[in-house]
């Protein structure tokens, strides 16, 4: 099936259809995480174990309400995270050939695990490294650390949710490279950079000690050449997908051509039987 070309106010219209799906799901998302909201804020504060030494406090009236609401809302974002996938998806999915929409409908669910995959790993490995370093910081410079649990909250939110976007390259690439937009050769051509890129990401994700910047480092460094291999596979299904169609093309034409000649051939027998 071809591509469709929809005229700008359909395409408004359809944007809008999508954005009222997208934010009916995520109000029924908050409903949902407004009750997992309490467990999870307990489970951080008890059951994680970086919390051991030390106790949160609220500073203002109005911290605790705000902390709620918070993770109420990201929990609702990752619930609805697949719901926003596939609605953009089916808004981009007119503009593509038949093939590479069942292609890359296939990547909405790996997106979704890739999310929570990214957000875990900061929560289990980087998040506890990264106040442990804070503590010793703190205890070598005899300060005694009062935290405030808005501060503590919005600090590991800034921490774990950039993750949970950066683990997406994969599918990203492969979506790109699947429609022939990124070719492999480039993320090759272009990895010293890349790194170069990852590396200033890491120190500012990261405490200030050259150990962590090595470890944030290498999952990044890993996720960028799993990245090109992905993307090596998903391109050269583009190459073949993109052969097949200009085959196809090629058919159609020739088959035109054919009925349009045999046509052509049936009206000149017609104007001979008529001058006949």
């Given at each position: 099936m071809?591509?469709k070309?929809l005229?700008?106010?359909?395409h408004?219209?359809?944007?809008r259809?999508?954005?009222?799906?997208c934010?009916?799901?995520?109000?029924?998302?908050?409903?949902f995480?407004?009750?997992?909201?309490?467990?999870?804020?307990?489970?951080i504060?008890?059951?994680?174990?970086?919390?051991e030494?030390?106790?949160?406090?609220?500073?203002?009236?109005g911290?605790?309400?705000?902390?709620?609401?918070?993770?109420?809302?990201?929990?609702?974002?990752i619930?609805?995270?697949?719901?926003?996938l596939?609605?953009?998806?089916?808004?981009?999915?007119?503009?593509?050939?038949?093939?590479?929409?069942?292609?890359?409908?296939?990547?909405i669910?790996?997106?979704?695990?890739?999310?929570?995959?990214?957000?875990?790993?900061?929560?289990?490995?980087?998040?506890?490294?990264?106040?442990?370093?804070m503590?010793?910081?703190?205890?070598?410079?005899?300060?005694?650390?009062?935290?405030g649990?808005?501060a503590y909250?919005?600090f590991?939110?800034?921490?774990?949710?950039?993750f949970?976007?950066?683990?997406?390259?994969?599918?990203?690439?492969?979506f790109?490279?699947?429609?022939?937009?990124?070719?492999p050769s480039?993320?090759?051509?272009y990895?010293?950079?890349?790194?170069?890129?990852?590396?200033v990401?890491?120190?500012?994700i990261s405490?200030?000690?050259?150990?962590?910047?090595?470890?944030?480092?290498?999952?990044l460094?890993?996720?960028?050449?799993i990245?090109?291999?992905?993307a090596?596979?998903?391109y050269?299904?583009?190459l073949?997908?993109e052969?097949?169609?200009?085959?196809?093309?090629?058919?159609?034409?020739?088959?035109r051509?054919v009925?349009e000649a045999?046509?052509?051939?049936r009206?000149?027998?017609?104007?001979?039987?008529?001058?006949s």
């Amino acid at each position: 099936m071809e591509p469709k070309e929809l005229p700008i106010i359909e395409h408004i219209e359809e944007l809008r259809k999508r954005l009222i799906i997208c934010a009916v799901f995520f109000v029924i998302a908050l409903v949902f995480s407004f009750y997992v909201a309490e467990p999870i804020i307990k489970y951080i504060q008890v059951d994680s174990g970086e919390l051991e030494d030390l106790t949160l406090n609220v500073f203002k009236p109005g911290e605790p309400l705000i902390v709620y609401l918070e993770v109420t809302f990201v929990v609702a974002l990752i619930f609805t995270s697949p719901v926003i996938l596939y609605q953009l998806w089916a808004f981009i999915a007119p503009g593509l050939y038949e093939t590479e929409r069942k292609a890359t409908l296939k990547y909405i669910p790996y997106s979704f695990g890739l999310l929570i995959l990214g957000i875990l790993f900061a929560y289990f490995l980087l998040f506890p490294n990264v106040m442990k370093f804070m503590n010793n910081l703190a205890e070598r410079l005899d300060i005694k650390q009062t935290i405030g649990i808005d501060a503590y909250f919005s600090f590991l939110f800034k921490l774990i949710i950039p993750f949970g976007f950066i683990f997406q390259l994969p599918v990203i690439t492969l979506f790109l490279s699947r429609l022939g937009i990124l070719n492999p050769s480039l993320m090759v051509k272009y990895r010293k950079y890349s790194y170069f890129v990852m590396f200033v990401i890491a120190v500012l994700i990261s405490p200030p000690d050259l150990i962590y910047y090595i470890l944030i480092s290498i999952p990044l460094f890993a996720l960028y050449e799993i990245s090109i291999g992905i993307a090596r596979v998903g391109y050269k299904k583009y190459l073949v997908a993109e052969e097949q169609r200009i085959q196809k093309e090629k058919e159609l034409e020739q088959n035109r051509q054919v009925e349009e000649a045999l046509t052509e051939q049936r009206h000149q027998i017609e104007l001979m039987k008529k001058q006949s």
